[in-house]
């Protein structure tokens, strides 16, 4: 069984992978934040980025938790992206 099918629900460990939120189910989750995250990420080399693993969709969203993060230490207010999680 490939990486992809494994990751998109294909079998035992699509079906955990896809109850911690990974999968297409998690990539209809992401809030515009994490799917800017992603688009980088492909153009980067990343390769596509449309059915990520749980832990993949879980380091996406630190990066955008640090984005945010970042954005309200130098301006003091939120970033106008609503966080879906």
């Known amino acids: 069984m490939s990486d992809q099918e494994n990751s998109s629900g294909g079998g035992l460990i699509g079906k955990v992978n896809s109850t911690f939120g990974g999968g297409q189910q998690g990539e209809q989750n992401e809030d515009m934040l994490d799917?800017?995250?992603d688009m980088v990420q492909e153009r980067m080399g990343g390769g596509p980025q449309n059915n990520e693993s749980a832990?993949?969709?879980a380091k996406d969203e630190k990066i955008s938790d640090g984005i945010r993060s970042g954005y309200k230490s130098v301006t003091g207010s939120n970033i106008p992206i609503a966080d879906k999680s």
């Open 35 to 37: 799917k800017g995250v």
């Open 55 to 57: 832990v993949e969709q």
